[in-house]
């Protein structure tokens, strides 16, 4: 299918034109709609436009020198927004590297990533108090740690009721062709874990286009695993909203896992180090700018006279502000002292890294003037 | 109170205590359950815990060890079986860049207890795949602990200690000794019992130390006892923990003997006697009469089984490789 012209089994509950659809089905018949008050959809369009003002500083800090690199979401707002407040408190997210729109809906302090991206640390955080695992730069190995999370949740009898636990599972298309994804799909499968596959099918897996992952459409694979699949409007925040809580309230209800091809593209580069000009055609690019996730719920807002330009204007600034506190926290960041290098390598450390520890604090100290 | 029984039964009593002790060990692995494992060290487990605590898995190692990570995310301590040592590779990228890693990565907020048990080692006629001695790959690897039993006595409480351990630890079982007989200490407890860590002087000496681990050890006391017959005493030690290395009483040894042979089955080229060598002539320069000697499988890949009595080391090789510490 040509790029651009999303097929017909797409869920899609607001148009590129900011126009409500009351009910879709996806491939199977089921049905969605979403019913929110006007604060909620404010609240969504606030999201969306904080988190790409966010991204948006990550990539200006790393063109400044300030970070090694970034991976900037640019387009993929709503697909991360309408999933990541689809979550419930007590669910539990996996992501990839790309997540810092879903981090901002579990209400993680916006910097945790930039740790990572400056290189003071490898992103650490502590998952079972964010209800978030740390960032996984191995393509697809986090399905597999989801899945198994997953199963411990059902060992522990914790789905069956609206109170269950669920999990969700980011990944890419090009993570779709990693033994690990399969591995996860099946064990899920057999397992019957609670657990939702989240695929941001964002078109390039770094230069590599969809077609050099896959010759079926990504939401009908998981069909030959025995779990429902279920392609999404990526760039519409409100059908992803939509369908991934009727799917993580599947998983928590014991239903299994579901997965989810959110449709949508990466306006960006795969990260500051690359240059998309050198494999995809501007017209392209184009086509997807008309579908812009957060264009569309602005038009809505518009045309459902939910918010003015005072609400636009004022959400613009709050952005600013908050990408403003951030830059300032990023640079303020201290560089790790290098005997941290020997931290945390075992639980209850060892007596070897001690003594290496030791045999290089002395080294630096016999420099004259050393810093430590 | 003192048992006498197979390797292989040691293992399976000591993952029944582990089982018994703590609600959260789970084991994992294929033909675990029914079966009782191709080698039958989990027979019985099944039976009497539960399938959902003795889990016949999907014949896929990455999702064992992958799956393994998120339930010790979770709270669990799963204990995995990869069925022949050859086969883990398929888990090689979860254990080396997600089970060794994560703790670090978190800065210390996450532990991963999980044991990743490996049967290993040739001598049994094997086929391909089924006879490697891949410890290496995982000593050099930094937040993970390896360790290998040699004896029932051993295993038995190896076991326990390494799924109590916050630590993933990978555990090496010398498959051809699996039927090796020996007496178990019923009575010890987890904080008594040897330390997991240790190595062991399992036969003293006075004129050269051999090192040995996992099923060599057994070669190597072969090699002292014909040794001793011609009047020269060799010192085994028995490593036990690959990584880390407990070298102290290696050090203390061959400070007295003045010569050391380190034996294992592994290829020689960047095994685990490289490491040791190193350390030795770093410790214990002055005190060599001669180089540390290595005898080791060749760096070839393991042979067909045909051949795997010419390959493996065996008692006239260590016995060589002593005598030319003395030649030197």
């Known amino acids: 299918m040509a790029k651009g012209a999303p ?5 899609q509950l607001l148009t590129p034109d900011g126009d409500r659809i009351e009910r879709a089905y996806d491939s199977s018949g089921t049905e969605y709609s979403i019913d929110l008050t006007d604060d909620e959809y404010r609240g969504l369009y606030r999201d969306l436009v904080v988190v790409r003002r966010l991204d948006a500083e990550g990539t200006a800090l790393q063109r400044q020198g300030e970070l090694g690199i970034w991976a900037s979401l640019l387009g993929q707002e709503a697909a991360q927004i309408g999933s990541g407040r ?3 408190p007590q669910d539990m997210a996996f992501p990839t590297y790309r997540e810092h729109g879903v981090l901002y809906c579990r209400g993680i302090d916006p910097i945790m990533p930039f740790g990572l991206f400056r290189g003071v640390d490898h992103g650490a955080w502590d998952p079972a108090e964010l209800r978030c695992s740390m960032y996984t730069i191995v393509i697809g190995a986090q399905t597999l740690h989801a899945t198994g999370y997953a199963m411990g949740i059902a060992k522990d009898g914790k789905v069956g009721s609206d109170d269950g636990e669920a999990v969700i599972a980011y990944l890419g298309d090009g993570a779709t062709s990693q033994g690990d994804v399969s591995e996860a ?3 899920s499968s057999v397992f019957h874990a609670p657990v939702v596959f989240f695929c941001q099918n964002n078109q390039y897996a770094i230069s590599e286009p969809i077609e050099r992952q896959t010759r079926v459409p990504l939401y009908q694979r998981s069909a030959g695993f025995g779990f429902p699949g279920v392609r999404v409007d990526g760039n519409d925040v409100l ?69 003015d330009d005072d609400f636009f204007a004022e959400v613009e600034d709050e952005a600013k502000q908050v990408a403003l506190r951030l830059r300032e926290r990023v640079l303020a960041m201290p560089d790790p002292d290098p005997l941290q290098i020997f931290d945390h390598v075992y639980p209850h450390g060892s007596p070897e890294l001690d003594a290496q ?16 | 109170m003192t048992e006498t029984m197979s390797l292989g039964k040691a293992i399976n009593a000591g993952l029944r205590k582990a089982l018994d002790r703590d609600p959260k060990v789970i084991l994992m692995g294929e033909d675990i359950g029914k079966l009782g494992g191709v080698f039958r060290i989990t027979d019985g487990l099944q039976k009497d815990f539960g399938e959902d605590r003795v889990i016949d898995t999907p014949l896929a190692e990455s999702g064992i060890v992958g799956t393994a990570v998120g339930l010790a995310m979770r709270g669990y301590r799963p204990v995995c079986e990869i069925q022949f040592d050859g086969f883990v590779y398929p888990a090689y990228d979860q254990i080396v860049s997600q089970v060794a890693k994560i703790h670090f990565r978190s ?18 006629g094997a086929v391909e795949h089924h006879s490697e001695s891949p410890e290496a790959y995982f000593a050099h690897t930094a937040g993970l602990k390896v360790v290998a039993c040699a004896t ?10 390494a799924i109590a351990s916050d630590d993933p ?32 002087v399992v036969r003293p000496g006075t004129d050269a130390t051999v090192l040995a681990y996992g099923p060599m050890v057994r070669t190597a006391l072969d090699a002292a006892a014909a040794a001793a017959e011609e009047g020269r005493s060799l010192e085994v030690i028995d490593l036990r923990s690959l990584s880390p290395l407990d070298l102290d009483p290696v050090y203390g040894s061959v400070r007295r003997t003045g010569r050391c042979v380190v034996v294992h089955e592994a290829p020689g080229n960047l095994g685990l006697g490289a490491e040791i060598a190193a350390r030795v002539t770093e410790e214990c320069f002055y005190s060599l009469e001669a180089p540390v000697l290595r005898v080791a499988g060749f760096d070839t890949p393991y042979p067909p089984a045909r051949l795997e009595e010419a390959y493996l080391p065996d008692l006239d090789r260590v016995l060589d490789a002593v005598d030319r510490t003395f030649g030197w």
């Open chain 1, 7 to 11: 097929p017909t089994e797409l869920v």
């Open chain 1, 86 to 88: 689809a979550l419930r």
């Open chain 1, 185 to 187: 799909f099946v064990w």
């Open chain 1, 239 to 307: 059908a992803t909203y939509a369908v991934t809580r009727t799917a993580l309230d599947n998983a928590r209800h014991g239903q299994g896992p579901t997965f989810i091809e959110a449709y949508t593209y990466r306006m960006g580069a795969h990260t500051t180090n690359d240059d998309p000009s050198r494999y995809r055609i501007a017209s392209e690019v184009e086509a997807w700018q008309a579908k812009d996730p957060i264009a569309r719920m602005r038009a809505f807002l518009t045309k459902q006279q939910l918010a």
């Open chain 1, 357 to 372: 520890r030791d045999q290089y604090a002395k080294y630096l100290d016999s420099f004259e003037g050393s810093l430590r």
């Open chain 2, 107 to 124: 800065q210390g907020r996450v532990r991963l207890p999980i044991v990743i048990r490996i049967p290993f080692g040739g001598g049994i």
């Open chain 2, 152 to 161: 029932a006595g051993d295993a038995y409480w190896m076991i326990q200690q």
């Open chain 2, 169 to 200: 630890v990978i555990f090496f079982e010398p498959k051809r000794r699996y039927w090796d007989k020996g007496e178990v200490d019923l009575d010890s407890s987890l904080s008594e019992a040897y330390p997991l860590h240790a190595s062991r």
